[in-house]
Antibody
Framework: QVQLVESGGGVVQPGRSLRLSCAAS????????MHWVRQAPGKGLEWVAV????????YYADSVKGRFTISRDNSKNTLYLQMNSLRVEDTAVYYC?????????????????WGQGTLVTVSS | QSVLTQPPSASGTPGQRVTISCSGS????????VYWYQQLPGTAPKLLIY???QRPSGVPDRFSGSRSGTSASLAISGLRSEDEADYYC???????????FGGGTKLTVL
């Protein structure tokens, strides 16, 4: 069965950095694009970034562009999110998510499996 | 401000049928599959409907989805108390090569 386990969340001061990890199992990780999605406390879901199955293409939400970097290590079945210059408004539960289908021709597809999430709190 | 528009709340009594709408544009719902998720408090979202109207195994057939043009809807028939949750729609968006979500609809079973 598909399992996605995030780690690396915590409390960090504004302007600092944090790296999240997501360990994947139960499916052919190297065959799928992967997403990060976040949810601020009491708010809705916000897509953050996507990386292609081979790591060659990466796309970001405008709110994190230039500050966050998505990456993956297919030899370790692990997805990463490097978060720099963190802001108070980045406070959220961060989920890694496997899509139903990998992006094709610029079109992406919604997640079918989600991790349990890891909480990132940005506060002074 | 979410890219997809959902009503913030919906309600119904046990046994009733309720629908939740999701409105988008030609770059998302109009040209990509729609997905629906159920989120119970303190838990990760769970896939309810994929590719507009397909149900994953284990999801009751009380849940159904449809898409028309740039809008979509989720219907829940035979409403039960355990259906009380937040519901989100999502779709790929060609303008940002990513996924967009609705703001979520809180369903209350009266």
């Amino acid at each position: 069965q598909v399992q996605l386990v995030e780690s690396g969340g915590g409390v960090v001061q504004p302007g600092r950095s944090l790296r999240l990890s997501c360990a994947a199992s139960g499916f052919s990780f190297r065959s799928y694009d992967m997403h990060w999605v976040r949810q601020a406390p009491g708010k809705g879901l916000e897509w953050v970034a996507v990386i292609s199955y081979d790591g060659s293409n990466k796309y970001y939400a405008d709110s994190v562009k230039g500050r966050f970097t998505i990456s993956r290590d297919n030899s370790k079945n692990t997805l990463y999110l490097q978060m720099n210059s963190l802001r108070v408004e980045d406070t959220a539960v961060y989920y890694c998510a496997k899509p139903d289908l990998s992006c094709s021709g610029g079109s992406c597809y919604g997640p079918d499996y989600w991790g349990q999430g890891t909480l990132v709190t940005v506060s002074s | 401000q979410s890219v997809l528009t959902q009503p913030p709340s919906a309600s119904g009594t046990p046994g009733q049928r309720v629908t939740i709408s999701c409105s988008g544009s030609s770059s998302n719902i109009g040209s990509n599959y729609v997905y629906w998720y159920q989120q119970l408090p303190g838990t990760a979202p769970k896939l309810l409907i994929y590719r507009n109207n397909q149900r994953p195994s284990g999801v009751p057939d009380r849940f159904s989805g449809s898409r028309s043009g740039t809008s979509a809807s989720l219907a829940i028939s035979g409403l039960r108390s355990e259906d009380e949750a937040d519901y989100y729609c999502a779709a790929g968006d060609d303008s940002l090569s990513g996924v967009v979500f609705g703001g979520g609809t809180k369903l209350t079973v009266l």
